[in-house]
């Protein structure tokens, strides 16, 4: 829908303006979900902070959101940090990949796909205290993986990762982004890196309503500013 034709129904809508501010910051809530929608998100779940206890274990997958129709997921090679006096990594399984890259099992064929075989190749180290590095790479074309990804949601689980409290206190997870440190699409090409991470302060969607909002009521008491008629400003 075209911007400028929504601005103009809001114009034309009649009545007091409480009515006119309730259209405008529809249409602003319109554009920020139409926004956001596009963006692709890395995060934890259920939460990247947490309540621990002494000896208590927990585990938090790592997700990609916002994968387009049609977009893949060929690599990727992430590190998690965490305070090392809180949470130690778990003594079992450490990191478990998802199966969206592949699988680890070599040549085990994808159900129903002839000639689609889903090898992938994961590591995971410590390079020091309180990070975990987790790689990963699809061994398929991006074509076959394309047709294997395709079942998945636009949101995919890359890892699971497992800890084991030290201390009872709060956890914080939080990502760090090395040179080598990124997530690759179809043709190899970067698709999320530190440059997608959003500033922690202000938060987007936050400073979105702030201008929205300072917008409409400007909307409301100066609309000669914002309409036009033809070439020239509403109201000379």
């Known amino acids: 829908m075209n911007r400028q034709l929504v601005a103009l129904d809001c114009r034309r809508k009649s009545g007091t303006v409480m009515k006119r501010l309730a259209c405008v910051m529809a249409v602003a809530a319109w554009l920020g979900s139409a926004h956001s929608a596009s963006a692709l998100t890395l995060g934890f779940a259920p939460s990247r902070t947490f309540a621990t206890t002494s000896g208590s274990s927990y585990q ?76 990963s790479t699809s061994l398929m074309k991006d074509a076959p993986l394309t047709v294997y990804q395709a079942p998945f949601d636009s949101s995919i689980t890359l890892a699971t990762l497992y800890f084991s409290g030290v201390s009872t206190s709060t956890a ?61 400003p509403r109201g000379g």
């Open 60 to 135: 938090v997958d790592v997700v990609l959101s916002g994968l387009p129709l049609g977009g893949i997921v060929a690599a990727f090679d992430l590190t998690v940090l965490f305070d090392p006096t809180v949470l130690a990594l778990g003594s079992g399984p450490s990191v478990i990949f998802g199966n969206a890259l592949g699988n680890t099992e070599a040549h085990l064929p994808v159900k129903n796909v002839t000639n689609i075989y889903t090898e992938v190749l994961t590591k995971f180290t410590t390079p020091k205290s309180g990070a975990v590095e987790f790689r």
């Open 172 to 232: 914080s997870l939080a990502f760090e982004w090395a040179a080598r440190n990124d997530i690759k699409g179809a043709g190899n090409t970067v698709i999320y890196s530190g440059a997608n991470e959003p500033a922690p302060v202000p938060e987007p969607g936050t400073m979105f309503l702030l201008v929205a909002g300072l917008a409409s009521l400007l909307l409301v008491l100066r609309p000669q500013l914002f309409f036009f008629d033809g070439n020239h």
